[in-house]
Nanobody, 114 residues
């Protein structure tokens, strides 16, 4: 299982970013996918998840209405569209595939600052 995140960067408060996660090494369309984040000095937290077909989604209360998780099973990709970003969203964002056990990507840094 390999997961590679991309799309992070520095953005001003109120701005937007779209994170991507390229998955390989397993039958992507069979499994739900998750995005987590970890801010400095804090535990890793679940941000968003979606079902294998993408029809069911869940979000942390802190990002509801601002973030959208989606996936393209034909491309083995999962995305996280982040709008109205706040300084509190600053963290390393990780893609996770629960394939028997949890597999993680290397993470992508998101910094929200003016």
């Amino acid at each position: 299982v390999q997961l590679v995140e991309s799309g992070g960067g520095l953005v001003q408060p109120g701005g937007s970013l779209r994170l991507s996660c390229a998955a390989s090494g397993f039958t992507f369309s069979y499994y739900p996918m998750r995005w987590h984040r970890q801010a400095p000095g804090k535990e890793r937290e679940l941000v968003a998840s979606n079902s294998s077909a993408g029809f069911s989604t869940k979000y942390a209360d802190s990002v509801k209405g601002r973030f959208t998780i989606s996936r393209d099973n034909a491309k083995n990709m999962v995305y996280l569209q982040m709008n109205s970003l706040k300084p509190g969203d600053t963290a390393v964002y990780y893609c996770c595939a629960p394939v028997y056990s949890d597999y993680w990507g290397q993470g992508t840094q998101v910094t929200v600052s003016s």
